[in-house]
């Protein structure tokens, strides 16, 4: 399996841009997760989805962060506007309940950079 | 407020030598931790976990030790490899026992930063 797939690796944008970062899950995984990491907060929980419904996002920071996933195999948190302080690294990542260790299976992650 | 707290933000142990690293949790309603392990420019990778019905779990050279009454977890490898150089994060969840647990919600503490000295 080729593991949680995201893309971009390093997206460097200016403030008031949109960005949109992009995930695929292992495949048969009916959790997706998205996480961002600073060296203030470390690795925070932003939105997690199950079969695709959003279940809790409490983490969303503001009204300018949206995720979605429009099927099983896909997944997009957008920023619109960014700003400076949105500068971190996201990562994605998707479990599957039923393998019953409760690990959750993270992507590379996406560096983000506003201007 | 950090529900997870990993208080050493660095260790430093001998090629060969035990590594030790230690993990608080104030939320009496976790009841299932999980040990990461991350390297640079790689997302976190998951190493071990133990259920709050068990005190030790143990996976080839990674014991985690579960200390309820304490809300106290360490992570154990023995012996330490260079390899195991990395950033070690804590992580646990409330939801009730496996695999039919509610609440898939994972709580991360700051992580320790392993360094093995050859």
């Known amino acids: 399996d080729a593991g949680v797939i995201q893309s971009p690796r390093h997206e460097v944008t200016e403030m008031g841009q949109e960005v949109t970062l992009r995930c695929k899950p292992i495949?048969?995984?009916?959790?997706l997760f998205w996480y961002r990491q600073t060296m203030m907060r470390g690795l925070e929980l932003l939105i997690y989805f199950n079969n695709n419904v959003p279940i809790d996002d409490s983490g969303m920071p503001e009204d300018r962060f949206s995720a979605k996933m429009p099927n099983a195999s896909f997944s997009t948190l957008k920023i619109q506007p960014s700003e400076p302080r949105d500068s971190a690294v996201y990562f994605c990542?998707?479990?599957?309940?039923?393998?019953?260790?409760?690990?959750?299976?993270f992507g590379p992650g996406t560096r983000l950079t506003v201007l | 407020d950090q529900q997870v707290k990993q208080n050493s933000p660095s260790l430093s142990v001998q090629e060969g030598r035990i590594s030790i690293l230690n993990c608080d949790y104030t939320n009496s309603m976790f009841d299932y931790f999980l040990w990461y392990k991350k390297y640079p420019a790689e997302g976190p990778t998951f190493l071990i976990s133990?259920?709050?019905?068990?005190d030790k779990n143990e996976d080839g050279r990674f014991t985690v030790f579960l200390n309820k009454s304490a809300k106290h977890l360490s992570l154990h490898i023995v012996p330490s490899q260079p390899g195991d150089s990395a950033v070690y994060f804590c992580?646990?969840?409330?939801?009730?026992?496996?695999?039919?647990?509610?609440?898939?919600?994972?709580?991360f503490g700051t992580g320790t930063r392993l360094t093995i000295i050859p």
């Open positions: 133990i259920s709050s019905i068990k």
């Open positions: 990542a998707s479990s599957l309940r039923l393998a019953g260790s409760g690990a959750q299976y």
């Open positions: 495949s048969g995984h009916d959790y």
């Open positions: 992580a646990a969840s409330a939801g009730g026992p496996r695999p039919n647990f509610g609440n898939e919600k994972l709580t």
